[in-house]
T-cell receptor, first 113, second 117 residues
Framework: GNSVTQMEGPVTLSEEAFLTINCTYT??????LFWYVQYPGEGLQLLLK?????DKGSNKGFEATYRKETTSFHLEKGSVQVSDSAVYFC????????????FGTGTRLLVSP | DTAVSQTPKYLVTQMGNDKSIKCEQN?????MYWYKQDSKKFLKIMFS???????INETVPNRFSPKSPDKAHLNLHINSLELGDSAVYFC????????????????FGPGTRLTVL
């Protein structure tokens, strides 16, 4: 079946540290890949996406590269801020029209000053 | 301007009751979704409607009945509530034509925290 596996959290970092959150997927076909972010008390927001192999999604200093050979889509940021504290969800979609998102379990990031 | 709104934000009720959660989007989208997020933050799709027609139904108990009176609304009615229904329920929307064009963002509401006692 189709599934997404994320590293367990919480990930605790100091401000300006380098961030990596691992994500790997299993899918039949060629999925599109996403990172969504959920700030405390809010709904999910799309952070970045990639639709084909070797694509790099980027937004707000975050990056992730679609690696077909390792079936991975790891999230990185060079220097985290306290305001980045949130839960990060990796997701895939196989539908081209009626989009069905399959989410990972989420990884909580805590950034301290 | 709230893009996807849900009411109520919090819902506390007794086991066995029937309750509804409402969702509205003002983005002009034609596809709407309900997701359930459990206490461990695991997020799973429940239903999806396109132009008021059910297109995704993920083996959800038939105590859950979505209703879409028009493209801008997708309500969730739950009968005979059970303890295991306690979760945060998120509504989301997207536009079918934009998805075909590769604009793959779903827009989420703020969530409804349901607690069944």
């Amino acid at each position: 079946g189709n599934s997404v596996t994320q590293m367990e959290g919480p990930v605790t970092l100091s401000e300006e540290a380098f961030l990596t959150i691992n994500c790997t997927y299993t899918a039949t076909g060629y999925p599109s890949l996403f990172w969504y972010v959920q700030y405390p008390g809010e709904g999910l927001q799309l952070l970045l996406k990639a639709t084909k192999a070797d694509d790099k999604g980027s937004n707000k200093g975050f990056e992730a590269t679609y690696r077909k050979e390792t079936t991975s889509f790891h999230l990185e940021k060079g220097s985290v801020q306290v305001s980045d504290s949130a839960v990060y969800f990796c997701a895939l979609s196989l539908s081209s029209g009626f989009q069905k998102l399959v989410f990972g379990t989420g990884t909580r990031l805590l950034v301290s000053p | 301007d709230t893009a996807v709104s849900q009411t109520p934000k919090y819902l506390v009720t007794q086991m066995g009751n029937d309750k509804s959660i409402k969702c509205e989007q003002n983005l002009g989208h034609d596809t709407m979704y309900w997701y359930k997020q459990d206490s461990k933050k695991f997020l799973k799709i429940m239903f999806s409607y396109n132009n008021k027609e059910l297109i995704i139904n993920e083996t959800v108990p038939n105590r859950f009945s979505p209703k879409s009176p028009d493209k801008a609304h997708l309500n969730l009615h739950i009968n005979s509530l059970e303890l295991g229904d306690s979760a945060v329920y998120f509504c989301a929307s997207s536009q079918y034509r934009r998805v075909l064009a590769g604009e793959l963002e779903q827009f989420f509401g703020p969530g409804t925290r349901l607690t069944v006692l």
